[in-house]
């Protein structure tokens, strides 16, 4: 993504490179895989993990599971989760 090879304080950055898993059905304890968009390395060690999203679908019960998971699993690793959406795209220019 030009974005993040453009912006000086990425160091790194990897597409659907991290796995979270997640119990999507409690009844019958069904775990799936979710692969959030990016993850980011800043060039002060700060790492984030992105998802892109539609605003329309952040209701919606299977991504409501996936943004759950990972705010999980990003808090104990001591990372920060993102979610943006069209809105926030458009105010830094990408759409």
């Not at 605003?55 to 919606?60: D, G, P, V």
């Not at 998971?69 to 759409?95: F, M, P, S, V």
Request: glycine share 2%; with cysteine; proline share 3%.
């Amino acid at each position: 993504m030009v974005y993040l090879d453009s912006n000086p304080d990425v160091v790194s950055w990897s597409y659907e490179k991290v796995v979270i898993e997640y119990i999507s059905n409690q009844k019958t304890k069904k775990i799936r895989k979710y692969y959030p968009d990016f993850e980011v390395e800043y060039i002060d060690g700060k790492k984030i993990i992105v998802e892109i999203k539609p605003s329309r679908k952040l209701q919606k019960a299977t991504i409501v599971k996936k943004i759950r998971a990972a705010k999980e699993w990003c808090t104990k690793r001591d990372l920060t989760y993102k979610i943006l959406t069209e809105i926030e795209l458009k105010d830094i220019g990408l759409l």
